[in-house]
């Protein structure tokens, strides 16, 4: 029998977020973080799973950013998280840093179906030889240039690093000093210089079994001077610089609208506000991903956009694979579901909705995963690489350096010092 869901307020969630409350006990529940459209999408997809499970409740929690992990964590802690859960991906260090925090969904392997989804992928939500979450979509940063001030600058987009830095100078000679190839913040330059390194090195950035850096001295220095070469070819503008515009989005900012910023290394799953906030007649194009010459793999920031996991105190965590195949995999919950939690990662989800054109190749987000696909990526990102100690410590090394206060091989020295030292006390 269905009961009818009534929604609460929860104190711990963002204004305007809420929870979905049966009346009567559930079989299962199921939480997840969003706006109103996921929110209204999610749900769908529930009434659409208890018509075909009609021996299956399901009771959702829902609720805004703001305060979802605050309230999932004492959820966890307490062991009363709900069944089915949608994770972020570098929260598995914090949940379940030795696989053992959540279910293994691989042993629901009769009821969820796992050939959908790309190996990577799948090896992104594993740790310790345990399937913790299952990416519903994944992302990448690539790069997209605005196509406007590129025409402008008579250059076509670049294929190699080397042509990236050579665009700086025609940049400033043929538009002025205010118009710059490429705009990035810390954490898009840190994405950024790992890629270049593992394409040059074939190494990860941090070694995990040693709880540390994988770099040499050498090489971290050659880290930071990639950053270092950028501004003083004007190849990006300085944190100094950017900061000067205040602390608003980077697409909010009048050099991203006027084009002068003239390019971003971005999500793909991002792409689409930034391409929305320029000036009209201008747009976004994607750009080529530089490849080093014998590169075995483009060395991609790749990870789910978002997983689902089932809670390791799930007294149902069958019945919770099949919620999470039948939202995943059949057209029922993918349809109702629609691009509700970005590009689906199932192929039979994203083979129909491409059919059916809910999914526009044209879309920048849908180009660049396509591009992403492509693309070689065998080594896989640490997810301590989002460890918000480190981004803050190498954010405050380049700031030093465009502050005039340290130099290059200073902050390459206390990154590996002070980095190390937290990477000891992350990694269990």
Known sequence: MKIKTI??????????????????????????WGGNSRHTATNDAVKEFEKVHPEISV????????????????????????????????????????????????????????TQFDKSALDAGTNNGKLNGIPVSMAARI??????????????????????MAAGPVFKEKLGDEFFPIILEGRDIIAMNRSFMVQKYGIPMIDEANKKFAYSDAQMLEFFKMYEDMVKNHVAPSSKYVAGFGKANLYEHKPWINGEWAGVYMWNSAINKYNDNLKPPMSLDIGFYPMRKGAADAGLFYKPALMLSIGKNSKNPKDAAKLINFLLNEPAGYNAMGLARGVPLSLAARRALSLDGTIKDSDLSVAGLAQIDDLPKNILTSAHFENPKLLGLFEEMIEKMDQGDIK?????????????????????
């Open 7 to 32: 929604a609460l307020l929860v104190g711990l969630a963002s204004a305007g977020s809420m929870v979905s409350v049966n009346a009567n006990a559930e079989d299962l529940r199921m939480s997840w």
């Open 59 to 114: 009771k959702t929690e829902y609720t805004g950013w703001g305060g979802h992990l605050e309230r999932l964590t004492t959820q966890i802690a307490g062991n009363t998280e709900p069944d089915v859960m949608q994770t972020n991906w570098n929260w598995m260090p914090i949940f379940s840093a030795r696989g053992d925090g959540f279910k293994d969904l691989r042993e629901y392997s009769d009821v969820l179906d796992l």
């Open 143 to 164: 790069f997209y240039y605005n196509k406007d001030t590129w025409a402008k600058a008579g250059l076509p987009y670049p294929v190699t690093w080397e042509d990236l």
């Open 408 to 428: 290059v091989e200073e902050a390459a020295k206390e990154f590996m010092s002070q980095g190390n030292r937290i990477l000891r006390r992350a990694i269990k």
